[in-house]
């Protein structure tokens, strides 16, 4: 069979070889010869049937002597081809040099440097920035090599001016993988493996599902492939659910070893290819089909990090944080928000994997955790964000199929809106207010119990510890009753005083309790600044 298929030159060929499971033991042709240990008896019977008269893990002699022999040949050949390419270089040194070229996995220097690589003048949609970053590589990486799974229009995956590989034309570098996104995948897995080429492909977002098994054993054995993926949510529009992604995002980023970015403008995408090609772990793109504004804001070396400050306060009230699509929104809601008088930082995070490794001192930098008053914003499902959140943070997100309209309709409809994050952000900045007032309440009762009694005994009252204690239990009552709106803060000043007084049946007047407040302050400062906002 093997000479017949290496005899045809014209024609694929297809060996069937009809195995059973199992073979030569108690469990052949049964499902549990797979599922579970043949057991000592099976294994015994099998040594029988085989005829092998070793025991377990016994390697024969001659075992070793045949792959010795082996090794010994095949040295032969390793030392004739490596005269062959000792004869190459020297005969052909402008080819040689080509051949380490398309070897050499560094990223050139003046692809980097190239004033073209960010060049952007007007509003774009991220797959349009890839496609005119993709060719731009190739002009500085011949070896570039890839296509899309008949869907390069709307990819921008096609290298403009270069030929279509095929039977009739080895030298071209787009490839028609046809609508099979899988083995286009794992096609580029076995040429990244054997080298000299650097693949990628192109899909749609919502169609990544089909790319996985591919995609994660890329991931497993740590090949730099390249997928761009575009139309990468809501903003896909009238193709509809079927076509929006919703899980996609957080499906992608939960592929040990894989990076996705998801570039707010041109960049940040620039940032993306610049890690994609030079870095050792595959990359995703997830790029938009709508256009983008180019922000003045953004930085490539600083999105080559995963995550980083857009702009803001060093000492924030709340952060943004948000990736691709959304950094245009986060930018305007924090507009908003400063005209309320809030100290407000944006965090671009065009690849959260990226950012995960950085040190922990960086992280804490863009993301400190005082502040706990966070906001997620991106057109996918919440899942990737909580864990940059916390428990006091809100997400603006979608965790539900979308619907067939225009891209603007839905996404005003689903809540991606400059109103909806600062409800957001305000709603959180509340939260995390009332919980660090629960927490100061604790110190209140703390401090003021001293506090109270040199404030008392300036006033002629001896202080006891029924009644330091009784002011404890009063104390965060009020206090409570202030976090529920049910009085204010100016009662909250004065009742827990007059409330005491009158169930020990110490007589003062307002003024001396208002005095009592005050002397609480002077002696036993406490007040929580912003707490009586």
């Known amino acids: 069979a093997l000479d017949n298929a290496k005899a045809d030159t014209e024609h694929p060929s297809l060996i069937i070889v009809n195995t059973e499971i199992g073979y030569g033991t108690a469990k052949q042709g049964k499902a549990s010869a797979h599922g579970e240990p043949l057991g000592e008896e099976a294994l015994k019977s099998m040594r029988e049937f085989y005829q092998w008269d070793y025991a377990p893990f016994e390697v024969p002699g001659e075992v070793y002597a045949h792959f010795e022999e082996l090794g010994r040949d095949y040295a032969k050949a390793e030392e004739e081809y490596n005269r062959?390419?000792?004869?190459?270089?020297?005969?052909?040194?402008?080819?040689?040099?080509?051949?380490?070229?398309?070897?050499?996995?560094s990223l050139p220097e003046e692809f980097i440097n190239d004033p073209r690589l960010t060049a952007a003048e007007k509003p774009m949609a991220t797959r349009a920035t890839s496609g005119e970053i993709l060719n731009l590589a190739a002009e500085y990486m011949p070896n570039l090599f890839g296509g899309s799974a008949d869907l390069a229009p709307s990819n921008k995956s096609e290298l403009k001016g270069k030929p279509y590989y095929s039977k009739n034309d080895r030298d071209g570098s787009n490839v028609h993988f046809g609508i099979r996104e899988f083995a286009m995948a794992a096609a580029c897995n076995g040429i990244m493996l054997y080298g000299g080429l650097r693949p990628y492909c192109a899909t749609f977002m919502v169609f990544s599902d089909y790319l996985k098994p591919a995609m994660r054993m890329a991931a497993l054995m740590k090949l730099p492939v390249l997928y761009i993926l575009t139309h990468d949510s809501i903003g896909v529009g009238e193709d509809g659910p079927t076509h929006q992604p919703i899980e996609h995002l957080a499906s992608i980023r939960a592929i040990p070893d894989t990076n996705l970015f998801r570039p707010a403008d041109k960049k940040e995408t620039a940032a993306a290819y610049i890690a994609a090609l030079s870095g050792t772990l595959p990359t995703a793109l997830a790029l938009t089909r709508q256009n983008l504004p180019q922000l003045a804001e953004t930085d490539v070396s600083k999105a080559m990090l995963g995550g980083y400050i857009l702009r803001g306060s060093e000492k924030p009230d709340v952060i943004l944080m948000a990736s691709g699509s959304e950094v245009e929104l986060a930018m305007k809601a924090a507009d908003e928000l400063e005209a309320k008088g809030k100290k407000v930082r944006v965090v671009s995070m065009p690849c959260t994997d990226i950012f995960d490794r950085q040190s922990a001192e960086y992280k804490e930098s863009v993301l400190p955790g005082s502040v706990r008053a966070r906001v997620a914003i991106e057109a996918g499902c919440a899942m990737s964000w909580y864990k940059y959140i916390g428990l006091d943070g809100e997400t603006v997100t979608i965790d539900h199929f979308g619907a067939s309209a225009p891209a603007g309709v839905l996404f005003k409809e689903f809540g991606f809106t400059v109103e909806n994050v600062v409800a957001a952000a305000e709603t959180c900045m509340i939260d995390t207010l009332l919980i660090d007032l629960d927490n100061t309440i604790l110190d209140f009762n703390k401090a003021e119990g001293p506090a109270l009694a040199g404030a008392l005994r300036a006033m002629g009252i001896e202080p006891t510890e029924e009644l330091l204690s009784r002011y404890s239990v009063i104390n965060l009552a009020h206090w409570k009753r202030l976090e529920k709106g049910q009085i204010t803060m100016?009662?909250?000043?004065?009742?827990?005083?007059r409330q005491l007084f009158d169930e020990f049946g110490i007589t003062v007047s307002p003024a001396e309790t208002a005095k009592v407040y005050e002397g609480l302050l002077a002696i036993g400062h406490y007040f929580v600044e912003g707490a009586e906002d």
Do not use: I, T
Request: no cysteine; aromatic share 24%; charged share 35%.
């Open 84 to 105: 062959m390419f000792e004869g190459y270089k020297a005969a052909y040194p402008e080819l040689y040099a080509e051949w380490v070229r398309w070897h050499d996995d």
């Open 490 to 497: 100016a009662e909250v000043k004065v009742s827990r005083f």
